[in-house]
């Protein structure tokens, strides 16, 4: 589907629900039509079509939220919301951290299954165990959702792309968006503020010119070295080259604000808790989170995929959410794929 932003926006809920204006959608035909016409923009948003007209679509989880599971003669059908179904391979499985089998349709559209479905799944099974499955005497590896890759984790390779790509992916030459539109709404104080995986510098560089004090810190030595070049004149500004995984003493709790923008999409995905533990860490108790996530399908990276669904689960026991929304006035890349978090630091005894 070629689409042009901005489009009207539709959500899908983590039960599987359509809404439009925040209300559920009844009406079995036009809610089918929307999970029918899912697909992918050049993007890599979800969109889909609303009463004829195309439109973008924000799913809190997976787009597609299997209540059961079925096989006849050998083929497999998860059934949805709205009387809809769909088919897929059981190839197409993969399992997450949580231990929920996530899949694709044959027309390669995500779907999670409910717990019940997943329970279903089990007693169609001939056996399973915690990484496969046998079905009619065949016996089918399931990989985990995220495939890891070792590279990221070695601060050359980032170095490497920035010198073999003038203007890697990942640097939009500006600030964020998201960052522009909300921090001069915020009115905060003169805070200490972190940018982790600042590139660069263009985040790092805004707070400074909005009066903030802050540290801008990144893996990779040639970024470090690019945001100086930019920005190394600004007054209460500072670059340095750090492993956000190794950060001495001093940094810790001594910032009242963290600013997160695509450093958690760049890691290996197994290593995000730690790095959730990390922004606790230098923030003092009455500190904030303040960081812009990626909501889209990308099980390999980096940068990695994530869903609204994923970072209220690795969150919400951390932080306590101050604004949480999906960005609908990003740039045109990046359009119906943004989420803009704002969070408490809470108290764990």
Not at 121 to 145: K, R, V
Not at 267 to 280: A, D, E, G, M, S
Request: glycine letters at 6%; hydrophobic letters at 40%.
């Amino acid at each position: 589907m070629d689409l042009e932003f901005p489009l009207v926006f539709v959500q899908i809920d983590e039960e599987g629900f359509v809404l439009i204006n925040e209300v559920r959608i009844k009406d079995d035909s036009l809610s089918e039509e929307i999970l029918a016409h899912l697909e992918f923009a050049p993007n890599g948003a979800l969109v889909s079509r609303y009463k004829g007209e195309a439109v973008a679509v924000e799913a809190f989880d997976q787009p597609l939220v299997a209540l059961d599971v079925s096989v006849l003669s050998g083929q497999w059908k998860i059934h949805l919301r709205y009387s809809a179904e769909m088919k897929f391979e059981l190839s197409a499985l993969c399992l997450d951290e949580w231990d929920r089998f996530h899949g694709e349709t044959t027309k390669g559209i995500p779907f999670v299954l409910s717990r019940e479905a997943q329970e279903n799944f089990f007693n169609l099974l001939d056996s399973f165990d915690d990484d496969s499955i046998t079905f009619q005497g065949t016996n089918h590896m399931i990989p985990a959702y995220f495939a890891e890759d070792s590279a990221v984790e070695v601060s050359k390779y980032w170095t490497d792309i920035y010198h073999q790509e003038s203007n890697p992916g990942w640097n939009l030459g500006e600030p964020a968006e998201a960052l522009k539109d909300m921090l001069p709404r915020l009115k905060l104080p003169k805070s200490r503020v972190l940018v982790v995986g600042c590139g660069e510098g263009h985040d790092a560089a805004f707070f400074a010119k909005s009066g903030h004090v802050v540290t801008a810190i990144d893996f990779s030595e040639e970024a470090v070295a690019r945001a100086i070049k930019n920005y190394g004149d600004l007054p209460g500004l500072t670059f340095l080259q750090k492993d956000v995984f190794n950060l001495g003493a001093e940094f810790q709790r001594a910032f009242d604000i963290v600013f997160e923008h695509t450093c958690y999409c760049a890691i290996n995905p197994t290593k995000r808790n730690l790095l959730i533990k990390v922004w606790r860490n230098v923030l003092h108790d009455q500190g904030q989170l303040m960081g812009v996530f990626f909501t889209m399908y990308k099980r390999k990276g980096p940068p990695y995929g994530g869903s609204e669904w994923e970072l209220r689960h690795r969150l919400q026991n951390y932080f306590q959410f101050i604004f949480w929304g999906r960005w609908q006035k990003s740039l045109p890349s990046r359009q119906g794929k943004e989420l803009f978090i704002l969070a408490h630091k809470k108290s764990i005894f």
